[in-house]
C-alpha cells in the first residue's frame, strides 16, 4: 500500500511554545490529507482536513488559530500547534488519501 | 453529521474463538465501512473494507458484514490467535460527509491463551 511519513515521531516541549508536524505522502500525490487527534485510550477524532492549495476545513470544536494546517504541496501536510499547553498532549495522526485512507506513524506531543 | 457507535468495548476470547464486532451508522449516504486495527502506540492499520454495493466480504480469517437497511456491520475474526490482540475500530464514510472517516469508539479484544 501507499507510504505515509509523519516527523517527528514524538516532541517535548515546553508550555507556550509551538510544535510543527509534517505529514508526507512518499509514493502518491494527495490533494486531501486529514489530521486526526488520539487520547489514551479513545479513538481517533478529526481534527480537520487539509486540502492542497486551500484552506482547511475544521471540526466543529477545533480551534483554527491553534491548530495551523497548511498544505503547500502535493505531497506535504504540516499542522503546527500553536501555543501548547499539557491539555494538547495527544497522538496525532496524519492520514493522506488514495483509493483508500493511509495513516502516518503518528506523533507523541508532550507540553510540560 | 455521521455518527458511528461500536461495541463492545472491550472483548475477550480464548484462543481459537471466534470474535465479532458490531458497528451502527446513522447516515444512510454512507457508502465505505472499513475496519482498522490498531497496536499501542501505533497507526491504525486498515484490515478490510466493505462498500455498500456488497452485502459481505471475506479475506481469510477476516469477514465483514453490511446491512444496508439496519445500517449495521460487523467484523468477525475466526480462529482468534494471541497476535490479533489489539484495539479495533470500524469506521464510516460517504459523499454527504466529503469522504472523510467518522471512527467508531474502540473495541479493545484481547486474545488469550
Known amino acids: 500500500g501507499a507510504v505515509v511519513s509523519q516527523h517527528p515521531s514524538w516532541v517535548i516541549c515546553k508550555s507556550g511554545t509551538s510544535v510543527k508536524i509534517e505529514c508526507r505522502s512518499l509514493d502518491f500525490q494527495a490533494t486531501t490529507m486529514f489530521w486526526y487527534r488520539q487520547f489514551p485510550k479513545q479513538s481517533l477524532m478529526l481534527m480537520a482536513t487539509s486540502n492542497e492549495g486551500s484552506k482547511a476545513t475544521y471540526e466543529q470544536g477545533v480551534e483554527k488559530d491553534k491548530f495551523l494546517i497548511n498544505h503547500a504541496s502535493l505531497t506535504l501536510s504540516t499542522l503546527t500547534v500553536t501555543s501548547a499547553h499539557p491539555e494538547d498532549s495527544s497522538f496525532y495522526i496524519c492520514s493522506a488519501r488514495s483509493e483508500e485512507q493511509f495513516f502516518g506513524p503518528g506523533t507523541r506531543l508532550t507540553v510540560l | 453529521g455521521e455518527n458511528v457507535e461500536q461495541h463492545p468495548s472491550t472483548l475477550s476470547v480464548q484462543e481459537g474463538d471466534s470474535a465479532v464486532i458490531k458497528c451502527t451508522y446513522s447516515d444512510s449516504a454512507s457508502n465505505y465501512f472499513p475496519w482498522y486495527k490498531q497496536e499501542l502506540g501505533k497507526r491504525p492499520q486498515l484490515i478490510i473494507d466493505?462498500?455498500?454495493?456488497?452485502g459481505e466480504k471475506k479475506d481469510q480469517r477476516i469477514a465483514v458484514t453490511l446491512n444496508k437497511t439496519a445500517k449495521h456491520f460487523s467484523l468477525h475474526i475466526t480462529e482468534t490467535q494471541p497476535e490479533d490482540s489489539a484495539v479495533y475500530f470500524c469506521?464510516?464514510?460517504?459523499?454527504?460527509?466529503?469522504?472523510?472517516?467518522?471512527f467508531g469508539t474502540g473495541t479493545q479484544l484481547k486474545v488469550e491463551l
Open positions: 466493505i462498500r455498500s454495493n456488497v
Open positions: 469506521a464510516a464514510s460517504g459523499p454527504g460527509g466529503g469522504n472523510k472517516l467518522t
